[in-house]
């Protein structure tokens, strides 16, 4: 079965320094892996996706994030955070042989300090 | 381009009536997704809809929750004999294809469900 596993109910840093939002999957097979933010009284939006290739992937607004294999983990990562990157973060999984059910982890609300 | 809408944004209900929440998908995509979004939770996923294929329901928690797509593009989901425990805010999305699993979802607003 699939699952995603986001460690952290909630991540605190200030501005400028780096963030880390981690993110562990299990799957039974080879892995999409997507990051999301909500903002406040906003829908969903997409950050990033890992599909194959290169394990670093670049997204939206300044993130990134890598995809290791051995550790099963895609921690969304920003090397300066700013006080706007403040939000709810998701991450999701998709077995691309099993179907098209994505699995989402519960979030992680990060919190950047001015 | 107009993005996914969701109708209605909130709606209120009393135990054990039915409600129809609609999602109107991005135009020209396949692909629809209904996810629920409870309190300190993540997305749980409900039913998927590609094309013309029989929709993965597997999601669906009980056999109250219901959803069609009607033409290939507008989706319903019914929940009949509302429970507390059904309030939460329902998502919809939509994609391209959906075929292959990489596709980004859009998603619309959501609607807010309370069930008093």
């Known amino acids: 079965a699939q699952s995603v596993a986001q460690p952290e109910d909630q991540v605190n840093v200030a501005e400028g320094n780096p963030l880390t939002v981690k993110c562990t999957y299990s799957v039974s097979g080879n892995p999409y892996l997507f990051w999301y933010v909500q903002y406040p009284n906003r829908g969903l939006q997409f950050l990033l996706k890992?599909?194959?290739?290169?394990?670093l992937v670049k997204g939206s607004y300044g993130f990134e994030a890598e995809f290791n294999k051995s550790q099963t983990s895609f921690h969304l990562k920003k090397p300066s955070a700013l006080v706007s990157d403040s939000a709810l973060y998701f991450c999701a999984v998709r077995d691309r042989g099993g179907g098209f059910k994505t699995i989402f982890g519960a979030g992680t609300r990060l919190f950047v300090k001015a | 381009g107009a993005g996914v809408s969701q109708s209605p944004s909130n709606k209120v209900t009393e135990k054990g009536k039915d409600v129809e929440l609609r999602c109107d998908p991005i135009s020209g995509h396949t692909a629809l997704y209904w996810y629920r979004q409870s309190l300190g939770q993540g997305l749980e996923f409900l039913i998927y809809?590609?094309?013309?294929?029989?929709?993965?329901k597997s999601g669906l928690p009980s056999d109250r929750f219901s959803a069609e797509r009607t033409g290939g593009s507008v989706s319903t989901l019914t929940i009949q004999r509302t429970q507390q425990e059904d309030s939460a805010v329902y998502l919809c999305?939509?994609?391209?294809?959906?075929?292959?699993?990489?596709?980004?979802?859009?998603f619309g607003p959501g609607t807010r469900l309370t069930v008093l």
């Open positions: 809809f590609q094309g013309n294929s029989a929709p993965d």
């Open positions: 999305a939509s994609s391209v294809t959906g075929i292959g699993g990489a596709d980004t979802q859009y």
């Open positions: 890992y599909i194959t290739g290169d394990n």
